[in-house]
């Protein structure tokens, strides 16, 4: 991609991360920590890999994204409204009564959400479903689905891997955000997944391991992705929890915890001042 390019796809991200703790903030709870980690991921997928229409979410030829952690829709929904699905302003009514914007996806009330999730370990099944189905229907798109590292310590997610891997998923891309921290602390003390990228392989996987906040790194894996034939791709993605808020990076405690006044303006104030320096102002 280009310079510019990458610093637009850069800004969108800030963006996505102002969407997040807006939501957050105004819910007075949900998951900031591993949305945040996620919002480049969720960046790229939505303003440059997917193929979907915003004016017709229900389109029978778009790729699907599963968020199979469910948990951290803040993300999603931060990406989804910028790309146009809804409106910006709505983040502000996340998980308030009557909201269409519930803690976790809803198929049935979220424009651009294509399966409900937040039961985790189940999204991943979901979506290896979406694929095979896409393959007997003969069309060409894709199916991504988003993973926690802990969320891998379910065995439902082995069964869906083996089960891709059976049917020579090629148009199914499972990532993995590897933050490296769970709702319980260091996702290798809690119950350790290491080491996934050798674990995908022996399921059956084509593996690319990268940096989940560069841009060109992400890229590359997405194309990578798309030219493997005969078997699925997993991407496995070194993250940062709470990347672009100083005080919740690598921090445990803001799995799922919302900041306070306080803590707004200062992630507001930083997330504003990184958008700024990469739009040049």
């Avoid at 102002?18 to 980690?37: C, D, N, R």
């Avoid at 198929?107 to 290896?128: F, K, R």
Wanted: proline share 4%; hydrophobic share 35%; aromatic share 8%.
């Amino acid at each position: 991609m280009t310079s510019q390019e990458k610093k637009q796809l850069q800004a969108m991200a800030c963006k996505v991360r102002m969407g997040v703790i807006e939501g957050t903030h105004g819910a007075k709870s949900g998951h900031p920590g591993g949305s945040l980690s996620a919002a480049d991921l969720f960046t790229y997928l939505y303003f440059r890999e997917l193929n979907v229409d915003p004016k017709n979410p229900k389109w029978e030829e778009r790729d699907r994204f599963v968020l199979s952690k469910g948990h951290t829709a803040p993300g999603l929904y931060a990406a989804l409204a910028n790309r146009g699905f809804f409106p910006v302003e709505d983040l502000k009514n996340l998980r308030h009564i009557d909201s269409y914007l519930q803690g976790h996806p809803n198929m049935n009330s979220v424009p651009g959400v294509d399966m409900s999730t937040g039961s985790l370990g189940q999204g991943i099944s979901c979506a290896a479903g979406m694929a095979l189905g896409l393959k007997h229907q003969g069309k060409s798109a894709r199916v991504y689905t988003l993973l926690g590292d802990g969320e891998i310590q379910e065995g439902q997610v082995w069964e869906a891997c083996m089960f891709a891997a059976h049917y020579h998923l090629d148009n199914f891309c499972v990532i993995i955000d590897n933050n490296g921290l769970q709702i319980d602390g260091d996702v290798a003390k809690v119950m350790s997944p290491y080491p996934i990228p050798e674990k995908l392989e022996a399921f059956g996987f084509h593996v690319e391991t990268i940096d989940g906040h560069d841009f060109d790194q992400i890229e590359h894996a997405m194309n990578v992705a798309k030219a493997t034939k005969g078997q699925p791709t997993a991407i496995v993605m070194k993250t940062v929890k709470g990347k672009g808020v100083s005080y919740m990076e690598n921090q445990a405690g803001w799995h799922g915890k919302a900041p306070n006044d306080a803590e707004y303006e200062q992630a507001m104030t930083e997330l504003k001042a990184q958008l700024a320096e990469v739009e040049g102002k």
